[in-house]
Structures are given as C-alpha cells and as structure tokens.
C-alpha cells in the first residue's frame, strides 16, 4: 500500500490477519491510543507513515533504526509497554515478509492475535530470543509462547499473502554482470498471465523455494535416516526440501541434542541453545553443521524436524511495470554463494532463481503489497531515487512505469556499483532514457575502479541541484543495504540540506524528519 491511497491506521494490519473482533479491539485502542493530534491531519500519509507519525507522537520510537544494534534498541525502549519493547526487538526494515510492518507485527504478539514468533526474517535467532524472552518476562498470553506453529486462520486472497500463494510460470534468467566482475546477479522473469497476480510498482514478491538438494542430501546422510522416511504422510527428503530451514541452527535443535546427549556435548548443547558461543564456532552452526558438531546425538528423523524452523519464503523488490509489461513480473537478484571454512554456503532463494529453477517450472509466489514505498500520486512531482546494486530494482520499475503512464514530472537516479565495465545493471536501458530526456539526470558512483566514491559521495557534490529538487516539490527513494548504505545516504541527504539550505545540523534533521513524515521521504531497505 502507497501514499496514493490513504486509509485509517487500522489498515495497516494485514488484510488478510486472524484477529478476533476482540483481537481488533484492543489493537484499535492499541493504535488510537498512540496520538494525542487530530487524524485527519494525516489523511496525505500512507497507512505506515500513519503508524510512523502515530508512534512518534508517543515516544519518538527512537528505536526504529535498522542501523542500531538489539542491545541499543531495547534500551530505548526500557520503560515502555510491551508492544514497544516488541516493537524495539524486531529488524527495524519494515519489510513485510513477516505480512506486517515491524509496529503491527509486535502489536498483534502482544495481543495474543499472532502466535508465531518467528517471523521476522531480518532478525533471526537474535530477533526471536528477544521477543521470547519478552512474552516469557512479562507473562503474556500462553498462545504467544508456541514458535512454530501457527493457528488456524482462513486464508487471504491466493497470490496475496504468504499463506495462500499462486503458482508463476518461470520463464528466463540473464546475467547481469560483466567479464571481471565480483558479482553475481541475475534478471529473472515469471509469467502472471495463468495466476492473473497484478501489483504496482514499490510492491515485493514472495518467493516460495526450495532447498539445495545437496544440502538436503548431506543433512539426511549425517543424520542416519531414511530419505523416504515419512514424516507426517510425506517423505523426509520432500520435507527437508520443502518446508524446513537449513540455516542457522534454531536453538530448538541444540535443545533437543541436549536431551539425547551427556557430560560435555549437553553442557554446550545447552549454553548454544541459550544463545552463547562456547567454541567460538557459532558462525559455522548451520544446521549441517550442528549435527556434524553432534554427531554422537542420536535423533529420530520425526524429532528433528520437529525442532527445525519452517522454512521462510523471501521477498524482492520487482524490477518491472504492470503498466509498461502486462502479465510479466521481473526481479533483479544476486546470487548468495559465500565460504565459511572449507564449506560452501548458498542462499535459498537467490541460488534457487539462479541455477535450479528451469524455464517452465511452476513456483509458489505471492504479492506483498508496499508498505509506505510507492510513487507520489501526482504525476508530475518530481522523484529522486537512490539504488546501488540490486537497489536499482524498484527504480527501474519506476521508470518503466512514469514511461508508461507519461508521467510528466523530471526523474533523477542514482547508481554505483564496484566496476563501470560490468557492473553497470541495465545501462542500455537506462542510458536510453537519458538520452531521450526522460531520465533527467543519471548519476553514476564506481568503487572499484580507481577513487572509492559512492552514491552518498555524489549526492553531496550535487548537493546545489538536489536542494533545489527537494525544494521543488521532489519525493526522494532509497532503496539498499539497511546497514551501512541507507545510514551513509541519509547522512548525506542531512549535509544537503544543512549546506545547501543555510539550515543548522539540527534544523536540518528536522527538515529530513518532516520529509519522512510526509512520505516524500521513502526506504525499501534490507
């Protein structure tokens, strides 16, 4: 959902969400309880700026920064409610892969609408123990103890939620990179036409894949069992592949290891399921590789994959245009291949897109609609995007869109990557519209060949013309790495308007504070 259909804050809950009318209830009072301010002075806002406005009139929510580490977050947060303190402990990315925004997901556990606890996919383990240990401090309702397993909840409209996916026909893959690059990064393209799945441009979409077979194969080599062992009417190869993660061990297997262990692999079984590092080898505990560590443990296939998480579909941005390419959806994906010692590790989706899929192929997906990242409703308002790497992705959506839609209003980007030669993602396209006068400006930074300068470089050394871009009306984007390149971006976009402004280190966070307030100020971070 964008700025360019406002609703109440309620609405913010996912559509297609379980609550009970007294579930509601108390997330209406949760939420109204929030502002002190009139809301119809928020009607120009998108339904997450809403709950960004309604938060701030509370306490700030000074947490909600995905640079800022757990332990800063939750002592922001020391004081507050519950809601807050869950709030504090999710990944700050408003994602939506867990079908909320960070806010109403931690609303909806605290009201004991949501039993999952584990949803949030950028926080991980760390996220979850948090969040655990909150309900655990507090006493909440039981139901929001359980991790895993979810309850019964009618399912939204297919291809809309996680829980009901549509079945996309894959249809290409091409690589973007050049000769000599350090990347990996693949356009992909599926076909809409048979599930009749529409989105708008800011919108993500789920991936429902699998598991490598190898890993898979590994797993259920180390683990003594039966490949066609069957594990609730399926076999245990289908379920490894299909439904559990393979990632960071979960400390619900370490738990179990230590039931079925003694002396010293309990002991570290147990401080492992607690959340310590005793052998410093924490980093290299995927699930393969704590049964290698255990491999004394002896567990019963059934038992083990009890104790796995389930595995998690993963969102992209999408890369193309309803408008411009009816039925056809891209995603601009790099493939995660990486070491940790002498193993190999692939990430589930990015490598699943990238080598194992084949054309042709039916795969579960789904459309998450944005929360609080779309154009502005005005056509002709002028947009800033600011997208290294895969970042470009919702950008060229835009592009192709305000193309499509002969949106008047000027479009400025800004692109880096490592090398110019074979990291420049969709020059020609991109060049194109320079050349034509739609892309007005397009401003490139390069890592890797010579001088180290990046986006936030440029954007200071035409910090003139932005400031008189924001002062004209423009929305600004990012979209990137929530880390490091998101935080550099916006320190960037405060110098701009400090230097370019005449305004003061503090009236300019102000400035780019009311930006945000006003959804012309917008992130896709991750």
């Not at 809601?83 to 931690?106: H, I, W």
């Not at 230590?258 to 399921?273: D, H, I, Q």
């Not at 002896?298 to 993963?314: G, M, N, T, W």
């Not at 003139?464 to 984007?477: R, V």
Request: charged share 25%; net charge negative; proline share 6%.
């Amino acid at each position: 959902m964008t700025a360019q259909s406002p609703s109440p804050i309620v609405q913010v809950l996912p559509e297609t969400a379980p609550f009970s009318e007294e579930q509601r209830s108390w997330l209406n009072g949760f939420f109204a309880g929030l502002l002190s301010l009139d809301n119809a002075g928020l009607t120009a806002l998108s339904p997450a700026e809403n709950a960004a406005v309604m938060a701030e009139a509370e306490d700030g929510a000074p947490w909600h920064d995905p640079s800022l580490e757990m332990a800063e977050r939750m002592t922001l947060a020391d004081g507050k409610p519950l809601p807050r303190k869950l709030y504090a402990a999710m990944a700050q990315q408003d994602c939506g892969q867990c079908g909320y925004v960070c806010e109403t997901y931690s609303a909806a556990i605290a009201s004991g609408a949501e039993a999952r606890l584990n949803l949030c996919a950028p926080g991980g383990k760390e996220t979850l123990r948090q969040i655990k240990a909150l309900v655990e401090e507090t006493g909440a309702s039981t139901t929001t103890t359980l991790t895993d397993a979810a309850p019964a909840r009618e399912l939204g409209p297919k291809g809309r939620c996680r829980e009901n996916p549509a079945l996309a026909t894959f249809l290409s893959r091409r690589k973007l990179n050049g000769e000599g690059s350090e990347k990996e990064t693949w356009h992909v393209e599926f076909d809409l036409a048979e599930c009749g799945l529409d989105y708008v441009v800011g919108d993500a979409f789920g991936i429902v894949a699998q598991n490598d077979a190898r890993l898979v194969d590994a797993v259920i080599a180390l683990l003594g069992a039966r490949p066609d062992a069957e594990i609730g009417g399926k076999p245990l190869r289908d379920t490894l592949m299909e439904d559990c993660a393979l990632g960071p061990a979960p400390d619900s297997l370490f738990q179990l290891i230590s039931y079925v262990t003694g002396g010293e692999a309990r002991a570290k079984a147990r401080r492992l399921a607690a959340g310590e590092d005793p052998d410093g080898d924490l980093d290299r505990l995927d699930v393969l590789g704590a049964l290698h560590k255990f491999s004394q443990a002896r567990l019963s296939a059934e038992a083990f994959v009890e104790a796995l998480d389930p595995l998690q579909p993963r969102l992209y941005s999408i890369s193309s245009s309803h408008n411009a390419t009816p039925g056809r959806i891209t995603l601009t994906v790099d493939a995660v291949r990486y070491r940790i010692g002498s193993r190999p590790r692939w990430g589930v989706a990015s490598t699943f897109l990238a080598e194992r899929v084949a054309p042709g192929d039916k795969v579960p997906v789904y459309v998450q609609r944005a929360h609080g990242f779309g154009l502005p409703a005005n056509p002709a308002t002028p947009v800033i995007m600011c997208g290294p790497g895969t970042g470009v992705a919702p950008f060229r959506a835009f592009l192709h869109d305000r193309q499509a839609t002969k949106a008047p209003g000027r479009n400025w980007l800004f692109f880096g990557h490592q090398r110019r030669t074979c990291d420049f993602f969709y020059e020609d396209e991109l060049q194109g519209m320079k050349d034509r006068g739609f892309l007005t400006n397009l401003t490139l930074a390069w890592s890797r060949d010579g001088e180290k300068v990046y986006v936030q470089d440029r954007m200071r050394e035409r910090g003139g013309e932005f400031w008189s871009w924001l002062e004209k009306g423009a929305h600004f984007y990012v979209c990137g790495d929530a880390k490091r390149m998101a935080k550099d971006v916006e320190r960037a976009l405060v110098d701009v308007v400090a230097v370019h402004g005449g305004r003061s280190s503090e009236e300019a966070i102000a400035y780019v504070a009311s930006l945000r307030k006003s959804g012309r100020y917008q992130t896709d971070v991750y």
